[in-house]
């Protein structure tokens, strides 16, 4: 079963424009959530996070939207640019342990 | 600071031979994972470590074990390698006793089975 889900295995954008990543969960005992980012070849590294007390976070040109009646949080990029080309993974915890749990990734191309 | 880093970078195996892959964090961090990575599966956790001497299964522990040598170091031996454990394999840290539940990830450990 499933916790995190990231439906979209793929996204293609224009680079200028916003990239739109989302993730659903089905566990209502998460608290908290991230995401991160993973060039080929390389370990994944943290992008952003959010507490379930909120529904929104921000940091530069990446932030992150909870939705807790839906289940359902979002990564935008605006602007997004050929360097933000990677796989994306959502995770998420309800562990005090900091165990995580991952979503499957979106691979994200920004086109020049 | 190197961070956390994974030794080897990449091994073949025959099936029914054994392994350990190396981890180890400069970080101070408490708890350190051990996840596989596969195709359309995004990073399952095999193992993990909440403190030094303590260990736990994760989501897919079959097939590996695992030892917290110290606060820095934390290995995983698969005892009798299958095609199955061919995956990329990923080592992190994090302190989740402090407030932060970001984990650090090592660059990875590419695994080959034949």
């Known amino acids: 079963d499933q916790q995190v889900k990231q439906n979209s295995p793929s996204l293609s954008v224009q680079e200028g424009r916003i990239s739109i990543l989302n993730c659903d969960y089905t566990n209502s005992m998460f608290d908290y959530f991230l995401w991160y980012k993973k060039y080929p070849a390389e370990g994944p590294t943290f992008l952003i996070s959010?507490?379930?007390?909120?529904d929104k976070n921000e940091d530069g040109r990446f932030t992150v939207f909870l939705n807790k009646s839906a289940k359902h949080l979002s990564l935008h990029i605006v602007p997004s640019q050929p360097g933000d080309s990677a796989v994306y993974f959502c995770?998420?915890?309800?562990?005090?342990?900091?165990?995580?749990?991952f979503g499957q990734g979106t691979e994200l191309s920004v086109k020049p | 600071n190197a961070g956390v880093t994974q030794t080897p970078k990449f091994q073949v195996l025959k099936t029914g031979q054994s392994m350990t892959l190396q981890c180890a964090q400069d970080?101070?961090?408490?708890?350190m994972y051990w996840y596989r990575q596969d195709p359309g599966m995004g990073l399952r956790l095999i193992y993990y470590?909440?403190?030094?001497?303590?260990?736990d299964k994760g989501e897919v522990p079959n097939g590996y074990n695992v030892s917290r040598l110290n606060k820095r170091e934390f290995s995983l031996r698969l005892e009798s390698a299958a095609p199955s454990q061919t995956s990329v394999y990923f080592c992190?840290?994090?302190?989740?006793?402090?407030?932060?539940?970001?984990?650090?990830f090592g660059p990875g450990t590419r695994l080959t089975v034949t």
């Open positions: 470590s909440a403190s030094e001497g303590t260990t």
């Open positions: 959010i507490s379930s007390i909120k």
């Open positions: 970080m101070n961090h408490n708890s």
């Open positions: 992190a840290s994090s302190s989740p006793t402090s407030g932060s539940y970001e984990q650090y």
């Open positions: 995770a998420a915890s309800g562990d005090q342990g900091g165990k995580l749990i």
